[in-house]
């Protein structure tokens, strides 16, 4: 690789690092600990990157809704890549397998569960568009299927190593439930290696709650 290549590669690193904080795959030999809380489960995963297009960890979530507890072996791959002089997009593909546990007074047997799914993007420096889709076996406890959208902007563009702001709008769709569709306003700030989002989801008055810590 030429001196130049490989100065353009490392202009490009800087200039998306970030808004790569919030993807599930981090740099090559980083850990990064997520949490997540919405309308229907909380999680929290820690992973280590051993390579730029791979994520491995356990992962810890609990429904609330169907009162099991889901502990796994968790793997994310990054499929695809595409740059642009003012954008980026990336495809990934993800799943999981471990063992379902009943709690909050659920009597049911512990049984293996498993799950997968994908998630996509697109952003430039003030727009973003997101999508996530998983589908979940968990045995007796239920099978679930939960696709999100969410669509953003940046009402300015901070400077590397600045706080940056986005304000999004996620739309949830849980076909099992009841309010299948519900919309969420959140804000997404982060800065350096610590990620954080909170919203209120407006249909079923729910609030939401992420975090990542990059190590």
């Not at 100065?7 to 949490?35: D, F, H, K, N």
């Not at 994520?55 to 169907?66: A, H, K, Q, T, Y």
């Not at 796994?72 to 642009?84: D, I, V």
Request: net charge neutral.
């Amino acid at each position: 690789m030429s001196t130049w290549q490989t100065l353009m590669l490392a202009v490009l690193g800087c200039s998306i690092s970030m808004v790569a904080l919030s993807r599930p795959v981090s740099y090559t030999g980083g850990y990064t600990i997520i949490g997540e809380s919405d309308r229907q489960s909380s999680s929290v995963l820690f992973h280590y990157t051993p390579t730029y297009q791979s994520s491995v960890g356990p992962r810890l979530e609990f429904n609330r809704d169907d009162h099991f507890s889901l502990l796994s072996a968790h793997a994310t791959r990054l499929a695809k890549r595409w740059f642009g002089s003012d954008h980026q997009g990336n495809l990934y593909f993800f799943g999981g397998a471990g063992i379902a546990s009943g709690i909050d007074g659920n009597s049911l047997d512990n049984r293996f569960a498993a799950y997968g799914g994908v998630i996509a993007d697109w952003e430039t420096r003030s727009l973003f568009t997101s999508y996530r889709a998983r589908y979940v076996n968990a045995s007796h406890f239920g099978r679930q299927f939960m696709q999100v959208a969410r669509f953003g902007f940046a009402p300015y563009e901070g400077d590397t190593g600045a706080l940056h702001t986005w304000v999004m709008l996620e739309i949830d769709h849980r076909p099992s439930d009841s309010d299948s569709i519900t919309a969420t306003p959140l804000l997404r700030l982060f800065k350096g290696p610590m990620l954080l989002e909170a919203g209120y989801n407006i249909t079923v008055n729910q609030p939401l709650l992420n975090f990542t810590y990059r190590f």
